[in-house]
């Protein structure tokens, strides 16, 4: 059953991120029912050119439950310093889930060869796409 849309406002909201396996997590995740869900995404790369051929070359489509989760950029490219990268974030509110079992899915795929300081992503690298998926269970 998807989310319903209606948010309450006096219930902390809980960010879950939309890639797991890929961050080196659980596939799956528990959330406390009753709270809206919040699923968040993002990139980081050593410089802020980098984040920009990053922003000029990547498609992500994430959705949860199968529907497409329209992401909201959040902010600039703030530096992390602890981390030493320029970082660029998504969010995508998708409401309060019904208890249960919740799938959400990542794709990335790039139209063009980008570095991140690390690694290459894209046409001809090792990197060519990066898939997850990832089950919310709200109990």
């Given at each position: ?90 969010t995508a509110e998708v409401g309060v889930p019904a208890r249960g079992i919740h799938v959400v899915t990542y794709l990335q795929i790039f139209s063009a060869k980008i570095f991140d300081g ?22």
């Amino acid at each position: 059953m998807p989310a319903s849309p209606s948010v309450p406002a006096d219930l902390a909201p809980v960010y879950v991120p939309a890639m797991c396996t890929l961050m080196g997590n659980d596939p799956r995740m528990e959330v406390a029912a009753g709270h809206p869900l919040i699923l968040m995404w993002g990139w980081s790369a050593a410089t802020e050119q980098q984040i920009r051929d990053y922003l000029d070359a990547a498609i992500v489509r994430v959705t949860f439950d199968g529907r497409e989760a329209a992401g909201k950029r959040q902010g600039g490219t703030p530096y992390d310093q602890n981390a030493e990268v320029y970082r660029v974030l998504w969010t995508a509110e998708v409401g309060v889930p019904a208890r249960g079992i919740h799938v959400v899915t990542y794709l990335q795929i790039f139209s063009a060869k980008i570095f991140d300081g690390a690694e290459y992503f894209g046409p001809g690298t090792k990197n060519e796409k990066q898939e997850d998926r990832c089950e919310i269970e709200v109990a």
